[in-house]
């Protein structure tokens, strides 16, 4: 059975011609594989991995330019990675290390 990370589906709708109401969730199994995964907001499969063989993903958000930008937390630090919504790996590392522990990411008004 898939265990859902709590507090970690993103509800993405809007900005330009980006996203149209896709729901964008990290996963992981129990020592399994750690996964971002996209869905209608009527709950259907649209791409179930959209990344996989991440480093413990924890919490997105969408930027205006239709990027999404991803926390990491792993290996006792944090990094922020910038993916498209078509599932090409931007920057893996654009944020290195953050440090502590990074467990959420947010943008301002504007998407930035």
Do not use: C
């Not at 990027?67 to 790996?89: C, P």
């Amino acid at each position: 059975m898939k265990r859902i990370k709590p507090l970690v589906g993103v509800l993405l709708i809007g900005w330009g011609g980006a996203v149209h109401g896709q729901i964008f969730v990290s996963t992981r199994l129990p020592n399994g594989p750690r996964a971002i995964e996209e869905y209608t907001t009527s709950g259907a499969t649209v791409n179930a991995p959209l990344f996989s063989g991440l480093n413990d993903p924890w919490a997105g958000a969408l930027g205006a330019n239709g990027s999404l930008y991803w926390v990491m937390e792993g290996n006792g630090h944090g990094t922020v990675a910038e993916y498209t919504t078509s599932g090409t790996t931007m920057d893996p590392s654009l944020i290195t290390p953050v440090a502590g522990s990074a467990f959420g990411v947010a943008l301002d008004g504007k998407g930035r």
